[in-house]
């Protein structure tokens, strides 16, 4: 009886065993060590389950498959809740099957550890909208896998990692809101749509092709890159947003930018030249070209825009008559014009703009047939001084 007993306890046993997975012990002293490292921050209690007394496999931002963490999503990610604060421990790097890991924000500090680089399963980083430093490190790049890095938002410094750029499996690439400097390394990913590297201290030049024709959304503003990129962007067909303002781009702005399906276009406070000749009707509702030194007469294609800015340029001649039409009928809801060489406007002087259009001519070589309500910024001068428009040849 008793063996008899012995035997069904052995097979309840083994069966429970089969069906209920223990961790590997090797995930559950990183996950020991990672909680270790982490706190919450008040108001947060992320971290109440996890008890490790019970399974980890049950506690909060923890999922597994088998004996195997393969997902990490730390801190509570409803909208408004307080994060984590602490560092990231490098035993993150232990947990041989995580394809995803990922941090609220918070107030994690220190550096992203070099131990990521053993994480060859992983598909998905990020880690925004905290206090890290230090570098990125190049190892990230052994990832061959990984499809989004999201490290916006901290306070990376040094350059991003050529290897970063080999990744072939890259989708989305978010570094913006850092202190990273170097320059943009060449990304030879076919699947790459979204590239957000703003707010950083990047330099130098972009080669032609050195993004891949993938690209979807690429925001390059408030850098200090330079050269040309009317080769590159010529290439980049697949484009819904473009923001390359407030760096130091210099030569022409390709025509056949315009026909791309952009829905706002941001290439304002750079150096771009010449004149702009769009191939075919523009229908990008936003079209920010201001602060450069664009020349030559304003197109008649601009006027289906909904808000274009060509202020602070070079342009000459007569403002299109289409587009004072367009104005007046409130289609153009914004036309800023000030601050060029234009000579004329074919607009009645008791025209009424519409309440919610904005036209503003100052300082232009002409004497304003309405006036309109302008930004401050555009001083207080109606006109240009003619003897800037007699020598002026566009």
Same mark, same amino acid.
């Given at each position: ?19 209920v ?85 918070g ?48 306070q ?13 499996a ?39 092709m ?9 925001? &390059? =503003?408030? @850098?200090? +890159? #330079? *050269?040309?990129?009317?080769? %590159?962007? /010529?290439?980049?067909?697949? $484009? ?48 920010? &070209? =201001?602060? @450069?030194? +664009? #020349? *030559?007469?304003?197109?008649? %294609?601009? /006027?289906?825009?909904?808000? $274009? ?11 299109p ?36 259009s ?12 309405v ?24």
């Amino acid at each position: 009886m008793k063996i008899k007993l012995l035997f069904l306890f052995l097979a309840h046993a083994i069966f429970f065993r089969q069906c209920v997975a223990i961790l590997e012990p090797i995930d559950f002293l990183a996950l020991q060590a990672i909680h270790k490292s982490l706190d919450d921050l008040p108001g947060s209690k992320f971290f109440a389950s996890w008890d490790f007394t019970s399974d980890p496999c049950n506690f909060a931002g923890v999922y597994c498959d088998g004996d195997k963490v393969i997902a990490l999503n730390l801190g509570d990610p409803r909208a408004g809740s307080p994060g984590l604060t602490g560092r990231l421990d490098p035993a993150i790097g232990k947990l041989s099957a995580l394809a995803e890991f990922t941090v609220v924000p918070g107030r994690i500090i220190g550096v992203l550890p070099e131990s990521f680089s053993h994480l060859k399963n992983l598909r998905f980083l990020g880690v925004s909208r905290n206090f890290l430093s230090g570098r990125i490190p190049a190892g990230l790049g052994q990832l061959r896998g990984l499809q989004t890095l999201d490290l916006s938002f901290n306070q990376l410094t040094g350059n991003i990692p050529w290897s970063i750029g080999t990744i072939p499996a890259l989708f989305n690439v978010i570094l913006c809101h850092n202190r990273i400097s170097g320059s943009v390394p060449p990304f030879v990913s076919q699947r790459l749509t979204r590239l957000d590297l703003k707010h950083n201290e990047l330099s130098g030049s972009l080669l032609p092709m050195s993004l891949p024709s993938s690209l979807e959304y690429l925001s &390059l =503003s408030w @850098n200090q +890159l #330079s *050269g040309p990129v009317d080769h %590159l962007l /010529s290439r980049l067909n697949r $484009l819904n947003y473009l923001d390359l303002s407030l760096n130091r781009f210099t030569g022409c702005i390709p025509g056949n930018l315009f026909r791309f399906p952009i829905t706002n276009l941001q290439l304002q406070r750079n150096q771009f030249i010449g004149p702009i000749y769009p191939v075919g009707q523009v229908t990008i509702p936003i079209v920010d &070209l =201001s602060f @450069n030194r +664009l #020349s *030559g007469e304003i197109s008649p %294609l601009f /006027s289906s825009v909904q808000i $274009l800015y060509l202020n602070n340029n070079r342009f000459t001649g007569q403002v299109p008559g289409i587009l004072v039409d367009r104005l007046l009928s409130a289609n153009i809801h914004v036309l800023y014009l000030q601050h060029n060489f234009l000579t004329g406007i074919a607009i009645n002087p008791a025209a009424e703009i519409p309440v919610r259009s904005s036209l503003c001519l100052q300082y232009n070589c002409m004497v304003l047939p309405v006036q309109t309500p302008c930004p401050l910024k555009a001083g207080k001068q109606k006109s240009r001084p003619t003897s800037q428009c007699g020598e002026w040849r566009g």
